[in-house]
């Protein structure tokens, strides 16, 4: 039997560069948390170069002093959002938890109403199934208390720890002074540096995933962001109306994290506390949530096809697989990560996907 040589160096050629892609992204990501002031930095970088652009194209001012006009508006700006954020999560997060255990009786007792409203007596299930009905739930009720206490607590401790703050802040501050300042001196030295045939080629894959990737960040942070006040400016409303709103800033913020997750969106937490919150028998309060999540989605739906130009063409059930690898692998974090990665990985391996990715490596 003769042995193709070159169709095999083909595969093992084609087979190593898929493995050492993946490892490179997994890696990347790893640095990225690893490095998040810097990366931190750069992100808010992004955002304040269209304002510096526009400063030096109007004022004929140079690049540095645009850059600390804008730096300095930008800090003004950000600091005071931390400082009002940090000082009312800390206090909303602190009254949460000292009232977890009501809310754990609460949710338990509208549990029990609703088995009460309902008649098992024609169903004919044995009283052992119902013990163990009862029993699951009150275990399912304190596996989520003790969750959100160990949530409530690492982000206390996180956001009351100076320290840890302090160098992240600095650090993070300083990076992005001379991120803006120095841009183009960075630009050289990278280039400078690195062969000028590797220059090219991570140049052209690096404008492809910018241009898509950034895209859809950007269009995706901004609906999140205008559904995000929409539902802060709503609930503080409600708050300050009499409704029994406890958590504004807190709540607000955990509907802009499930709506900033793929596939779901704002409804998938705000229906269940209107109906939790019904059940209770607050059905003013309610009728008040549905109506917000209603003008969310008014809103999310008149503005989405004009912020979003395009589709990122993967099908849900991959962008749903990609958010289970990422939480098995990273946590609740991974499930934002995991399409990000998917998307990279997309690009990378456009030509790979589009011929078939296992026809690419094995066929002749």
Known sequence: MIIDMNYWGKVIKNVVILALTLICVYLGFKLAIFYIPFLIAFIISLILEPCIRFIMRKTKLRRKTSSIIVFVTAIIIIVGLVVWAGITLVSEASNLLTSLNIYFEKGYEIFQNLLNKFDFSNFHIPETIMTALQNSAMDFLGTLTEWVKNV?????NFLTSVPTIGVYAVVALLSLYFICVDKVYMIDQLEHHLPKRWVKKIGIHLKEIVKILGGYLKAELTLVGISFIICLIGLYIFHFAGFNIQYPLLMALIIGFVDLLPIFGSGTFMIPWAILTACSGDFNLAVAILVLWAIMSVVRQCLEPRIVSGNIGIHPIFTLI????????????GMIIGPIILIILKNIFATFIDKGVVKSIFER
């Open 152 to 156: 409530l607590t690492n982000a206390i």
């Open 322 to 333: 990609s958010m289970y690898t990422g939480f098995k692998f990273i946590g609740v974090l």
